[in-house]
T-cell receptor, first 114, second 116 residues
Framework: DADVTQTPRNRITKTGKRIMLECSQT?????MYWYRQDPGLGLQLIYY???????NKGEISDGYSVSRQAQAKFSLSLESAIPNQTALYFC?????????????FGEGSRLTVL | KQEVTQIPAALSVPEGENLVLNCSFT??????LQWFRQDPGKGLTSLLL?????REQTSGRLNASLDKSSGRSTLYIAASQPGDSATYLC???????????????FGKGTKLSVIP
């Protein structure tokens, strides 16, 4: 089983719909992240969380919200999806100690907004 | 603002060849640099992490070097195999204070094709 699991893996929805992407991890890491990847662009950080009570905006947080339900769970919501939010979304985790800063990624959630 | 560039965007080599992928960054005040591999439609797999105090890291046929002063890192792949075909991304964590220090800046990647 994957250490960082994202659901759903693929989702097609319509403009204006509310969408939630979920991420769970078994690595025991404190830090979790949501990234967006668009063709021809680098990954962009949407939100990150250092623990359940610490959530921070990234580069492109507008139109997104997050919830850290537990140390192992971090969900990303699009309250009213729009077509330019069509992208590949990645959840990632990193440890607080040890090989500081090394990121571990989930398999991705491909979202299409029509 | 940190900018990360990977050149070339795509590279095709015959099987067995040694190759080098390049990553350059504009701000040398980095905390660390990480190389990833991404297969089509898949997530990113961490290959090597180099802290700012290190010059290189090795894992099997992979060797990554870091030259902070010149803003460059290279990923060397020895004896390439078709299974090495993927997109390789580098990401830089810049040593800014505050919230920015926890963000990575990613390059757009080099798509590698190893021809049997």
């Amino acid at each position: 089983d994957a250490d960082v699991t994202q659901t759903p893996r693929n989702r097609i929805t319509k403009t204006g719909k509310r969408i939630m992407l979920e991420c769970s991890q078994t690595k025991g890491h404190d830090r979790m992240y949501w990234y967006r990847q668009d063709p021809g662009l680098g990954l962009q950080l949407i939100y990150y969380s250092f623990d359940v009570k610490d959530i921070n905006k990234g580069e492109i947080s507008d139109g997104y919200s997050v919830s850290r339900q537990a140390q192992a769970k971090f969900s990303l919501s699009l309250e009213s999806a729009i077509p330019n939010q069509t992208a590949l979304y990645f959840c990632a985790t990193s440890p607080r100690q040890g090989r500081t800063g090394e990121l571990f990624f989930g398999e991705g959630s491909r979202l299409t907004v029509l | 603002k940190q900018e990360v560039t990977q050149i070339p965007a795509a590279l095709s080599v015959p099987e067995g060849e040694n190759l080098v992928l390049n990553c350059s960054f504009t701000d040398s005040a980095i905390y660390n640099l990480q190389w990833f591999r991404q297969d089509p439609g898949k997530g990113l797999t961490s290959l090597l992490l180099i802290q700012s105090s290190q010059r290189e890291q090795t894992s099997g046929r992979l060797n990554a070097s870091l030259d902070k002063s010149s803003g460059r890192s290279t990923l060397y792949i020895a004896a390439s195999q078709p299974g090495d075909s993927a997109t390789y991304l580098c990401a830089v964590r810049t040593a800014y204070s505050g919230a920015g220090s926890y963000q990575l800046t990613f390059g757009k990647g080099t798509k590698l094709s190893v021809i049997p």
